[in-house]
């Protein structure tokens, strides 16, 4: 591992930069590609659904790269280059499958792009599990936070600007440069050797049975209900009282993520100043807050301005709740099953941004997106309960 603790945090940030910029794409530019070959929005929605089966299935990956050191090179970094390579190769060669005539090969494609992310996602944890001592995990969750964040300000711009006046080839291979990025960084890194104490065992998944690692696995779902539920809002929320045109809404979403990059810084900052506890609760008062000066101060009165700057500030405190959250999680986690385990405790943000994106959709259609963005600020006060199961097992350890 680089020495050099910027370096160290580089590599974190430039390969979640790179899941980022796929991510974003995903998010913002793939079914305009598969609209623009004469696919309806059934075949997007079966493409989608298909293609995110890596990130349930990555728990395993997870297990693998805890298990074995591939070719006596290390549990994480051989699995990192494998997981770009099929990235890098299969953005260079999905441009020359035409989605319509084969659309299931490019079904295909796309699983084992996702599979490849999804690889090099959970080693990239396991990595920071490795080696990132507990007073870093807050830095090292802001870098990754940061840099996701960043990369999908790129997809959704720049690429976007490429899809517009270059080429759709034009932006498969920019994404396939950018998958290179972290390797300068990757090279030459080699892993610590894991004592006996860390190594793979499967009695460590007896920590699911300890409260304490539920009771975090819960918070995180609950945190991740609110701002993933509310955050699918957000331009809807301005389209109804500003009527914004699709240009504004790519402008406020970007703007949305470089608060997410300072909310990261800001959620190291607190972790480092006021301990993990008290930041959290520091989080969880902002993210309340920022909801509610949305359900309340964005008016046509007050204009757009003011409404942005309020998404910004959403943002900000989007951020700060991942790095945070993020942070917890790898507080609880067994070093013996380091993968998987933060793997299984990502599953339950999963499962907390699926039902916030229900809850939200159908609260907002029932009672407006004012008394919904009450409705997640409220939920806030849910996660109240489980912190002092979360802290406890941090008390002991310290």
């Given amino acids: 591992m680089p020495k050099n603790k910027t370096l160290r945090y580089l590599m974190f940030g430039s390969l979640y ?49 805890d298990r074995v050191s591939l070719f006596g090179k290390g549990h994480r970094v051989p699995y990192i280059f494998i997981g770009l390579a099929v990235q890098f190769v299969l953005l260079v060669f999905v441009p020359f499958v035409n989605p319509r ?44 936070v940061g840099g996701r964040a960043v990369g999908t300000i790129v997809a959704a711009s720049a690429v976007g600007l490429l899809a517009d006046n270059v080429s ?7 994404l396939a440069a950018l998958t290179l990025l972290p390797l300068p960084f990757l090279i030459g890194v080699k892993e610590p050797e894991k004592v006996s104490s860390e190594r793979f065992d499967w009695s460590a998944f007896k920590a699911f049975k300890k409260w304490q690692v539920n009771a975090t696995g819960i918070a995180g779902l609950l945190i991740f209900l609110v701002i993933v539920g509310a955050n699918q809002l957000v331009n809807p929320f301005l389209t109804e009282v500003f009527d914004i045109s699709l240009s504004q809404a790519g402008m406020v979403t970007s703007l949305w993520g470089i608060g997410i990059v300072i909310g990261s810084i800001v ?8 301990g993990d506890r008290t930041a959290t609760y520091v989080m969880l008062a902002m993210v309340a807050l920022s909801l509610a000066l949305l359900a309340t101060l964005v008016t046509a009165n007050l204009g757009l301005i003011m409404a942005i700057v309020l998404v910004v500030l959403y943002g900000v405190t989007y951020g700060a709740a991942q790095t945070i959250t993020f942070a917890l999680c790898m507080g609880v986690t067994d070093t013996r099953i380091a993968a998987s385990m933060f793997a299984i405790l990502m599953a339950f943000t999963n499962v907390g941004q699926g039902i916030g994106l229900a809850m939200g959709g159908a609260l907002s259609d029932f009672a407006g997106f004012r008394w919904t963005f009450i409705a997640f600020a409220t939920v806030c006060v849910l996660v109240l309960p489980f912190l002092p199961a979360v802290f406890k097992k941090q008390e002991k350890s310290s």
């Fill in 17 to 65: 930069f790179t899941q980022g910029t796929i991510l974003g794409y995903f998010a913002s530019l793939n079914a305009l590609y598969l609209l623009d070959h004469g696919l309806t929005l059934t075949d997007v929605g079966v493409f989608g659904a298909i293609a995110l089966i890596p990130f349930i299935i990555k728990i395993f990956l997870g297990m693998l790269s």
């Fill in 101 to 144: 005539q084969y659309y299931w090969v490019f079904v295909a494609i796309a699983f084992l792009l996702q599979l490849g992310m999804a690889l090099y996602d959970t080693c990239t944890d396991g990595l920071a599990l490795d080696t990132a001592p507990e007073e870093e995990h807050g830095r090292i969750q802001a870098w990754m």
């Fill in 168 to 174: 759709w080839q034009a932006v498969f291979w920019t």
């Fill in 267 to 274: 959620g190291s900052g607190l972790i480092k100043k006021l």
